[in-house]
């Protein structure tokens, strides 16, 4: 990007998410060079729990690092920072002396400790907890998994209080096991998300953790994203490389779309579905059950987004493929739902782990309306895709009621995750959001956020404000709805999500 660097200067990204690993290699200038993924298995112990094997997140890491820097031919020597990506709020607890987790890690979509956060809003803790941490009392965070790990796990708490055990989120843990247990960090990105942190102050809050009677010995250091943690040991890249650049996968992802303005948004598509509007370095506060969370953290400096979670978008698509077997492949699903009868209206609401943002609902449950005797699965299949624009469409709307400058916020929304390359759904979601929708050409945003922060902190790469003239335009989907139509349809999925959510009186 800049001349004067060396070419050796490249960038080592881990981004570890939901349903796989990747690791690419970015060289000076931010091109990608090479690249290797790695699928592991989801483990669904009981109904609600989602776990995974920390060894088999570990094994992928390295397996996936080592084939990256194999295939761009380059040693640890060429690599000037490596970035880390994850899946947020996924808990994991391990011993300090030998690095063994004690638990499987409990992952976010995990909906087990929901009578946990029961208890915490039946003894009205909401408040406090929404003021310092900008989330709400939901099964999703990572604190009540800490809670409940303690609990559940023979002998836990005493080992947490003799200060045996340590916790992090998926970052927390490579960053020990990438440092043989020299570094026990957490960037500030992740710590926004586990229920603890006072988002303001980006320190860990001592009423919530004794609200969740957690020891303070197991919680790691907060950082910046940009900074130093630490060094990788020699032997397993073949080198030591600093690690430098650290962010949960939504926030790293806003920062590869280089969403740096506020009144940007950005909307990831994996399993899940994560729209996050930039605010700032201004904590904004959501009347409409939105949630605010650190963007990222730069020389000390907060900046803050709103952000919007979808539980189930791509996850919905694998039912269709995994769980259903009604197509081979997830692509198959935008030729089916071109097909689909037009005259059918047929909705699916994906609450297969409860609804998230706006409705935030861990019991509600999913649900088909509007089968008829003519119903193939290609209706099936666009209800699945159309799902992911009606809940992108509630929570957009919950965005602009929230914002003081509603056409600034109409005007950069970027998509990115795997199933933005779907064009069917793309070109459903700007008409459902009558709004254009930009698809950039290069589509890893969340290893290039990560990337971007880790080699800013190396100097290899430049301040935003040159980084962002490489963002380029893959393709631009045009809103072309009939008003009336978008809006009838709008009404009747609202009207199959309140047939979802769990009744009042339960
Ligand atoms: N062409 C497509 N149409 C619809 N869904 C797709 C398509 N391609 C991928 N997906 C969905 O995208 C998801 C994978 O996206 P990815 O960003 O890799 O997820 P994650 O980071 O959560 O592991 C899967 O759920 C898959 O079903
Ligand atoms: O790994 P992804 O892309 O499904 O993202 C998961 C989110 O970080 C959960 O909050």
Redesign the pocket.
């Known amino acids: 990007m800049t001349a004067s660097h060396p070419a050796h200067a490249h960038v080592l990204v881990i981004d570890q ?4 690993t990747r690791a690419i290699v970015f060289d000076h200038h931010m091109h990608p060079v090479a690249q290797a993924q790695e699928e592991f298995p989801q483990i669904y112990a009981q109904p609600g729990w989602v776990e995974h094997n920390p060894e088999t997140l570990w094994a992928t890491v390295l397996g996936t690092a080592r084939a990256a820097l194999q295939k761009a031919g380059l040693a640890a020597s060429d690599i000037a920072a490596l970035g880390i990506a994850n899946q947020r709020e996924t808990t994991l607890i391990w011993e300090r002396s030998s690095g063994r987790p004690i638990h499987n890690a409990i992952v976010w979509q995990d909906r087990r400790t929901a009578s946990i956060c029961d208890r915490l809003e039946r003894d009205g803790h909401a408040e406090l907890i929404a003021e310092r941490t900008g989330l709400r009392i939901d099964p999703y965070f990572s604190g009540t998994k800490i809670s409940w790990m303690l609990d559940q796990v023979p002998g836990a708490r005493a080992r947490a209080e003799r200060g045996e055990l340590a916790f992090g989120t998926v970052d927390s843990f490579l960053i020990w096991r990438l440092t043989g247990g020299r570094v026990h960090a957490i960037d500030a990105t992740n710590a926004s998300r586990t229920l603890l942190c006072d988002i303001r102050s980006g320190t860990w809050d001592p009423d919530l953790v004794r609200l969740l009677d957690i020891p303070v010995s197991l919680l790691p250091e907060i950082r910046d994203s940009a900074g130093s943690f630490g060094e990788t040991l020699p032997e397993l890249l073949g080198g030591a490389i600093a690690i430098r650049g650290v962010a949960g ?1 939504q926030q790293a992802a806003l920062i590869g779309q280089c969403c740096f303005s506020p009144g940007t948004i950005k909307a990831t ?4 579905g994560f729209i996050l509007l930039n605010t700032g370095t201004e904590l904004k506060r959501s009347k409409h059950r939105l949630l605010s969370t650190i963007a990222w953290q730069r020389n000390g400096v907060r900046h803050y987004a709103l952000e919007g979670s979808i539980f189930s978008a ?2 919905a ?2 039912w269709l ?1 995994d769980g259903l077997g009604l197509v081979e492949s ?2 198959e ?2 030729r089916l739902a071109e097909a689909a009868d037009p005259a059918q209206t047929l909705y699916l609401v994906p609450a297969f782990t409860g609804l998230g943002a706006p409705h935030w609902d861990s019991r509600a449950q999913a649900l088909i309306t509007g089968i008829t005797r003519g119903t193939t699965k290609k209706e099936l299949a666009r209800a699945t ?1 159309e799902s992911v624009g009606f809940q992108t469409r509630d929570l957009l709307a919950a965005m602009l009621a929230d914002d003081d400058e509603p056409d600034r916020t109409r005007s950069v929304f970027r998509v990115d ?3 933005s ?2 064009n069917w ?1 793309m070109q459903f979601l700007a008409d459902t959001l009558d709004m254009p929708i930009d698809r950039p050409a290069f589509r890893e945003t969340t290893a290039m956020g990560a990337g971007y922060l880790a080699g800013l902190d190396a100097g290899v790469y430049p301040e935003p404000e040159i980084f962002e003239r490489q963002w380029k335009l893959d393709r631009r989907f045009m809103p072309n709805a009939v008003p009336e139509d978008r809006d009838r349809r709008y009404r009747g999925w609202q009207r199959a999500v309140k047939l979802a959510l769990t009744p009042q009186d339960e």
């Open positions: 998410g939901t349903t796989s996968d598509y994996g399993t899940g791509g996850a698509v694998q493929r997830s692509a699903t935008g895709l995750g795997g199933m390359a779907s759904t």
